[in-house]
T-cell receptor, first 110, second 116 residues
Framework: DSGVTQTPKHLITATGQRVTLRCSPR?????VYWYQQSLDQGLQFLIQ???????AKGNILERFSAQQFPDLHSELNLSSLELGDSALYFC?????????FGSGTRLTVV | QQQVKQSPQSLIVQKGGIPIINCAYE??????FPWYQQFPGKGPALLIA?????SEKKEGRFTISFNKSAKQFSLHIMDSQPGDSATYFC???????????????FGRGTQLTVWP
């Protein structure tokens, strides 16, 4: 157990739908990073939060949004889902230097 | 634009062999270089990391070699075992101008298979 908790582990949904992925960082970590992993694109950085504030954006689509709550957990919202959004979604939290990843949410869009 | 370039994409070795994975970067602002190991269905896990002022770091059977002038670094796995079969990612942490938070840039990954 890495200390970073992601739910749900698996999600199957239809095209056009909206889903919410949840992440709780390691105790004491203030930052949360979201990554998308697909077979052909590797690990792509989506967005970063620190203590409730958005701090950096990567290759995040406009259909996707995220937020970090006062208790530091974060949610990634994916809407108008397309088949190409099927991927593993990871969150990570950062302590001093190193990043710790959760076990991911596997999203399948059918 | 891939900030960290990794090769090879896949690697197959016999048990006991020494697989070598290579990475290169351009951004001289990177100042921390971790390697992650990922098993199927799991998240990437930190394996070993190095700072650019060090040329080599060993942890158990895993060694990072770092060449700052060439902006290249590599992972060597000594006496590889079937249990080492996984995807390995090199990465670099850099700080964007005006930011106090680092950002992790990944290579594309190397799928390693160690045959018994």
């Amino acid at each position: 157990d890495s200390g970073v908790t992601q739910t749900p582990k698996h999600l199957i949904t239809a095209t056009g739908q909206r889903v919410t992925l949840r992440c709780s960082p390691r105790s004491g970590d203030l930052s949360v990073y979201w990554y998308q992993q697909s077979l052909d694109q590797g690990l792509q950085f989506l967005i970063q939060y620190y203590n409730g504030e958005e701090r950096a954006k990567g290759n995040i689509l406009e259909r996707f949004s995220a937020q970090q709550f006062p208790d530091l957990h974060s949610e990634l919202n994916l809407s108008s889902l397309e088949l190409g959004d099927s991927a593993l979604y990871f969150c990570a939290s950062r302590g001093d230097v190193s990043y710790t990843f959760g076990s991911g949410t596997r999203l399948t869009v059918v | 634009q891939q900030q960290v370039k990794q090769s090879p994409q896949s690697l197959i070795v016999q048990k006991g062999g020494i697989p070598i994975i290579n990475c290169a970067y351009e951004n001289t602002a990177f100042d921390y270089f971790p390697w992650y190991q990922q098993f199927p269905g799991k998240g990437p896990a930190l394996l070993i990391a190095i700072r650019p002022d060090v040329s080599e770091k060993k942890e158990g059977r895993f060694t990072i070699s770092f060449n700052k002038s060439a902006k290249q670094f590599s992972l060597h796995i000594m006496d590889s075992q079937p249990g080492d079969s996984a995807t390995y990612f090199c990465a670099a942490i850099g700080w964007e101008r005006g930011s106090t938070l680092g950002r992790l840039y990944f290579g594309r990954g190397t799928q390693l298979t160690v045959w018994p």
